[in-house]
């Protein structure tokens, strides 16, 4: 053992409480070149940054993709700055070593799973806030600040930081910037992309990069914040950001809630609402199996014969006029039922209640949670198909999301973890992706292709598209080092 650590991370098979798919590899002892290689590349980092102790590493392999096989990491480096960093890349390069980058591993498509042989790479000890500019209106945070702590630090000085996944008590900004993360205020504020001024980020070879600028508008160059944003780890380790902050908003949003008979009428409301010009400040959607869930996972008094609620949110000038836009539009849609909130405990209430929804599926037993996007005005006749499919299926499919970026996670529930169920919960997710290509969607809309969509990304990709995703990988990273065989 060259290194070990007091505090354990929660393995896998702990952390809801039932058992994982069975990893493909088998935990291979190290040989005496890969420990003397492991010792040269120890000599290289601070001190207590590379963990080899296999009941530690075993709390690095997997992110929550439940189907997703993970190999067995030969370290797991947890970098104390920058400089751990370009020294990994810089051994695993020469070494053709596999290097799979992890932030807090909330990931739901495989991407920070480990691969066989590979050192995982932790940014989770970067967790400095450096800066938080009220004039200027940036914070510059390194990439394990867990997202939530950002949108506290910038609250506190009357700021905001919009990108809120649903995981933002857990996951890391690296973790967000990686995949391009959504969230519920996304559908008015954007999504992480539209939140980056500037990166470091060290590249295969260990060579640091800086993208970007603090100038609001910048046209210099590529534009590789893009390039880099959302590229899952495999075309360079993010290490810090420059992330445009928002005033606070000067009142509280204003909040509703709409039950409806029928995930139909629900959809016909999106759409109405979106055709109606009003940019809602959130607008998510959860269906009847999802509010069980969430009821028997926590009491929250959400009505359990609803067929969909949806809730939505209007903020700033016109917030009054807005909501009442889109209450209309739900009435005319056939809600049973239109609530506003009347102060901010309810309204704060709701919004938990969403929030909750994914973590209160995924703890019913194994999922594979879906992702799809649809344009605007095809939100209908996307829950239609993902009915279509639980029928065709014959499996349960638990769905939520954020309906006003028409971006849908239809969570397919496993009857239980034979091959044959895996394989049939599989094809049912092909099939959400077929329906959403159908509709001129794609088959993630925030969660990344990671391992789980790899073989449906070619459907969405065209031949000269994906060559050009070759020719920036091979260009960046001609060893394959970095994530090799996640993304596409
Ligand atoms: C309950 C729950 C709710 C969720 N809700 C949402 C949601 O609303 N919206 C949404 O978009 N996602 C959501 N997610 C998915 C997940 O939280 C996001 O994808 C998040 O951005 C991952 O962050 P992480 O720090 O956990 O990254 P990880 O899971 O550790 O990594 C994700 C990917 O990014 C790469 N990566 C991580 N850090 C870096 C880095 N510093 N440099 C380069 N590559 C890196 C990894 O290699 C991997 O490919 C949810 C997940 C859960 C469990």
Request: one cysteine or more; a negative charge.
């Amino acid at each position: 053992m060259l290194v070990s650590r007091d505090e354990k991370p929660t393995p896998f098979t702990d952390r809801r409480g039932f058992a994982a798919v069975t990893p493909t590899t088998s935990p291979a002892g190290q040989t005496a070149t890969d420990l003397d290689d492991l010792a040269q590349l120890q000599e290289r980092l601070s001190p207590g940054a590379l963990v080899i102790d296999a009941d530690v590493v075993e709390g690095y392999r997997r992110d929550w993709a439940d189907l997703v096989a993970a190999g067995t990491p030969r370290g797991v480096v947890r970098a104390s700055g920058v400089a751990d960093v370009s020294a990994t890349l810089a051994w695993a390069n020469e070494r053709a070593v596999p290097v799979v980058p992890r932030g807090a591993g909330t990931g739901l498509s495989g991407g920070a799973n480990a691969i066989d042989g590979c050192i995982v790479l932790s940014l989770e000890r970067l967790t400095a806030i450096r800066e938080i500019d009220t004039q200027r209106q940036f914070a510059v945070v390194e990439a394990g600040v867990i997202n939530a702590d950002l949108g506290r630090a910038a609250a506190a000085q009357r700021m905001f930081y919009p990108p809120d996944p649903g995981s933002f008590e857990i996951c890391t900004i690296g973790g967000n910037l990686a995949t391009n993360a959504g969230g519920m205020r996304c559908v008015k504020y954007g999504v992480t992309r539209d939140s980056v001024l500037a990166m470091e980020i060290v590249l295969a070879d260990g060579t640091v990069l800086t993208t970007g600028s603090a100038a609001k508008k910048n046209v210099a160059g590529y534009d590789l914040n893009s390039l880099f944003v959302g590229s899952e780890g495999t075309l360079g380790v993010i290490t810090s950001a420059t992330l445009r902050l928002r005033p606070a908003p000067l009142h509280p949003p204003l909040t509703f809630v709409a039950s409806f008979r029928s995930l139909n009428d629900i959809g016909h409301a999106v759409d109405g609402i979106q055709a109606s010009g009003v940019v809602p400040s959130l607008l998510e959607l959860i269906d009847q199996r999802t509010i069980n869930a969430i009821e028997d996972y926590r009491a929250m008094d959400l009505d359990r014969s609803s067929a969909a609620l949806l809730i939505g949110q209007a903020d700033g000038a016109a917030a009054e006029r807005d909501l009442t836009e889109m209450t209309k539009r739900c009435e005319q849609s056939g809600a049973d039922f239109v609530l506003r909130a009347t102060d901010a405990e309810e309204s704060d209430m709701l919004l938990e209640a969403r929030r909750l929804a994914g973590t209160a599926v995924m703890a019913t037993g194994p999922t594979v949670i879906e992702d799809v996007g649809v344009p605007p005005g095809q939100l209908a006749r996307m829950l239609e198909g993902i009915e279509e499919v639980g029928r065709d299926s014959g499996l349960r499919i638990a769905t939520t999301g954020h309906a006003g970026d028409g971006n849908l996670h239809p969570i397919l529930l496993l009857p239980d973890l034979t091959q044959e169920s895996i394989d049939r919960t599989l094809r049912a997710g092909e099939q959400l992706c077929h329906r959403a290509l159908a509709l001129g969607g794609t088959i993630t809309g925030e969660h990344g292709v990671g391992v789980l969509k790899r073989d449906w990304l070619r459907q969405q990709l065209d031949p000269v598209a994906l060559r050009v995703h070759h020719a920036i990988k091979t260009s960046l990273d001609p060893a394959n080092i970095l994530n090799p065989g996640r993304a596409f």
